[in-house]
């Protein structure tokens, strides 16, 4: 089965009640359907969306299942091997041995921890908003070990190397989809 994006967000809600991961979870979502189409999968773009909004499916109830509790969940409700894989392999290296193969799944990777790192700059700004925030200020974030430090900034420099952009890159393009999400305040 493969759940439309409504169809994963109402999955979520089952088992997340939190403001914060529901909020996370359409952001991510909005953020890999923008990938998607910027990425030439535009006819895949609600599969992509889907896997954002489930990556974190099990984090609210099972933090420390994270993943594992993941494929456990979808598999009872026989949701496509594709999906399931993918949500997994974005704890790789963390949680599972999931390496990311798909373009889809190394997005997820880089992404999911750096939309937090972005969110949390924009925060910061005067305009608490990601439309005037820029490449500069979020890297210089992401200097400071301190600032949203249970991002990852490994994770989110080993994504940009599995996708094969530098940093600059990888920032520049989550910032524009993010910018693009009616979900980011």
Not at 74 to 83: G, H
Not at 137 to 146: A, E, I, P, T
Request: net charge negative; proline share 3%; with cysteine.
């Amino acid at each position: 089965m493969i759940p439309t994006p409504q169809e994963a967000y109402e999955l979520l809600k089952e088992y997340n009640e939190g403001d914060f991961h529901l909020k996370h979870g359409r952001i991510v979502g909005d953020v890999m359907r923008w990938y998607a189409v910027e990425l030439g999968y535009g006819d895949e773009a609600d599969f992509w969306q889907t896997v954002g909004i489930l990556h974190d499916l099990d984090f609210e109830r099972w933090p420390e299942e994270h993943c594992t509790k993941g494929i456990e969940l979808m598999r009872e409700r026989n949701i496509d091997e594709r999906i399931v894989r993918a949500c997994a392999s974005h704890g790789y290296g963390l949680r599972v041995d999931i390496q990311p193969e798909h373009q889809m799944e190394k997005v997820l990777y880089a992404t999911d921890e750096l939309t937090g790192l972005i969110g949390a700059a924009a925060v910061m700004r005067p305009s608490k908003s990601v439309s005037d925030l820029e490449v500069k200020s979020v890297k210089k974030k992401f200097k400071d070990k301190k600032f949203a430090a249970g991002c990852s900034r490994d994770v989110i420099l080993n994504g940009a190397e599995m996708l094969g952009w530098d940093l600059d890159t990888l920032l520049d393009k989550t910032i524009l989809a993010m910018r693009a999400s009616d979900n980011v305040d």
